[in-house]
């Protein structure tokens, strides 16, 4: 399985439907949310690993909408109850492979990436928190397989020292810019984010979207992103830290087919003019035509010409090449300019 995931150029843009801990605890569930990531059009479904007292210190508290949305005593407690089994993992990604998705994780410790190499996994997604995480990050690295790198929260230095360390390391990475809370208003998103990772680090680069509205996806490809992450639930009323953040199935479609529309019309290759402008462009440029009489023998002027279409003449791009040239015949107003014209 770990061959299904190159990060050379990712087109079409690839569509992971975050199960995270949406599965609230039940295998079942999550099974239910692989099979509805499929209808959705997703083309990856992603769990989260970890186990609550290997991650959380006794001294660890809620975030702010992780306690809005939780009943349990300690955040420990609260994570306790979406723990995945190994055996739940495999069987997840059993069903994933049968339906043609992709099947990733999330590590949140170094001992958690043994299930990712037991299971072969394409590819390693690193969390936003885990950004800085050096022992996590050189422990995925040394899987050699693609990782997917989240940003959140972080400065661009600190994105900028752990690009240095994956580089050290010759890690096969991209980043996602992704916004660090639970929901994202709209003025709250910075998908121009996406340019700038790009732009200075020079990888592929993704969104992992915390954003409540459809077209966010949609707008990060225009942006840019070639990955794009989102949290898909059954219920966004039930009761989890996740869940109200999250797409149930019917959003999760039509942002699917946003963002397909969008890749769409981003097109591919370099500028260059198209077959369906072609009957266009034919009528629409434009040519220099005379205006004034001119003698043969006399220089044509400025004030001779002026400009009309089709461009099937001296192009008026080619005016300052014209002006200045001698006529080899008499030349009378209407005549659209050719260069056997003049001398």
């Not at 993992?89 to 990436?113: I, K, M, N, Y």
Request: net charge negative.
């Amino acid at each position: 399985m770990s061959s299904g995931l190159s990060l050379s150029s990712h087109r079409p843009v690839l569509v992971i439907a975050e199960i995270g801990v949406n599965h609230d605890g039940s295998v079942e569930q999550a099974m239910e949310l692989v099979h509805a990531a499929r209808r959705a059009g997703a083309d990856a479904v992603k769990v989260q690993l970890f186990r609550a007292d290997r991650l959380m210190h006794p001294s660890s508290g809620f975030a702010e909408y992780q306690q809005r949305a939780c009943a349990d005593a300690t955040a420990a407690d609260m994570l306790r109850r979406y723990e995945l089994s190994e055996a739940a993992v495999r069987r997840l990604a059993g069903a994933a492979g049968e339906l043609g998705l992709l099947f990733l994780a999330t590590p949140f410790s170094p001992d958690d990436l043994a299930m990712i190499a037991a299971l072969d996994l394409p590819a390693v997604k690193i969390a936003s928190p885990d950004l800085v995480n050096k022992p996590l990050l050189r422990g995925a690295a040394e899987l050699r397989r693609p990782m997917l790198v989240s940003t959140g929260a972080a400065t661009m230095e600190e994105v900028a020292t752990a690009v240095g360390w994956l580089r050290e390391w010759k890690a096969d990475f991209a980043l996602l810019h992704c916004v660090s809370a639970y929901p994202v208003s709209p003025e709250s998103a910075h998908l121009g984010w996406i340019g700038q990772l790009r732009q200075r680090f020079g990888v592929p680069v993704g969104y992992s979207d915390h954003a409540t509205e459809v077209s966010a996806g949609a707008l990060a490809v225009a942006a840019g992103a070639e990955i794009i992450e989102k949290h898909l639930t059954l219920d966004r009323d039930a009761e989890g830290p996740d869940h109200q953040a999250s797409f149930d199935v019917a959003q999760f479609t039509q942002y699917v087919r946003q963002i397909r529309a969008a890749e769409a019309m981003m097109g591919s290759g370099p500028k260059r003019v198209l077959e369906i402008e072609q009957d266009v462009r034919r009528v629409s440029r434009q040519s220099l035509v005379l205006i004034r009489p001119i003698a043969a023998g006399a220089a044509v002027a400025a004030g001779d010409l002026t400009v009309q279409r089709p461009g099937t003449g001296v192009p008026a791009a080619d005016v300052d090449r014209f002006i200045g040239r001698r006529a080899v015949r008499p030349l009378q107003p209407g005549e659209m300019a050719s260069w056997d014209m003049v001398a």
